[in-house]
């Protein structure tokens, strides 16, 4: 269960996201700098990073608006600690969120603090649209197969397709459910353009 849960947020609501988007961009052109992502303790094992863009859209219901967002993201894996900021096309951090063997955590970019087992039951609650948190790590590792130009698999529900694994800003797209039954409406797609590795 989500804690805590104001009744704006109780549902879905792109419009909330969206309101704040447009606050970021003011605030990303009057000249604030976008919070940067803290270092990876030293003693809790090695760190894999991620960092692209992102363009995302989703149906929440049947008969509704197929709503849209992109921007930029960073994702950070460190043992079991899996962390994931995304960013408006301004810089601006929109929304923080974390998994670990304790449970997850997502910020929202004013400062609201939620928790729940799953990072996906809250990136859908809060975003309107779930974001596969915790797998990405483990899907993004294919990136580094150079024998291994387009790869297409399912997990957890997800479609994933990785194209041009070997050029130097491959092209992921995840699609969820990957099998919708004729009932379900709702559906989501994220698009990723992962930066070279450095």
Request: aromatic letters at 6%; a positive charge; glycine letters at 6%.
């Amino acid at each position: 269960m989500i804690s805590p849960a104001p009744t704006s947020l109780a549902m879905p609501r792109f419009r909330a996201i969206r309101r704040a988007v447009s606050v970021l961009a003011l605030a990303a052109l009057a000249g604030c700098a976008s919070p940067v992502m803290p270092p990876p303790s030293s003693d809790s094992g090695p760190v894999q990073d991620w960092s692209g863009r992102f363009a995302a859209s989703w149906v929440l219901s049947s008969g509704a608006d197929t709503e849209r967002a992109s921007g930029s993201f960073h994702l950070r894996q460190q043992r079991d600690a899996v962390r994931l900021e995304v960013y408006s096309p301004f810089g601006q951090t929109l929304v923080r969120a974390s998994s670990s063997a304790q449970g997850a955590t997502l910020e929202t970019s004013n400062g609201e603090r939620y928790e729940a087992q799953s990072p996906e039951i809250l990136t859908e609650r809060i975003l309107g649209w779930r974001i596969p948190v915790a797998s990405l790590p483990l899907w993004l590792r294919e990136l580094g197969n150079p024998e291994r130009t387009k790869v297409s698999f399912s997990d957890s529900g997800w479609a994933i397709a990785i194209e041009s694994a070997s050029e130097s800003a491959p092209k992921v797209t995840l699609r969820w459910p990957a099998d919708p039954p004729a009932s379900e409406a709702r559906r989501v797609t994220i698009r990723l353009v992962v930066d070279p590795t450095r």
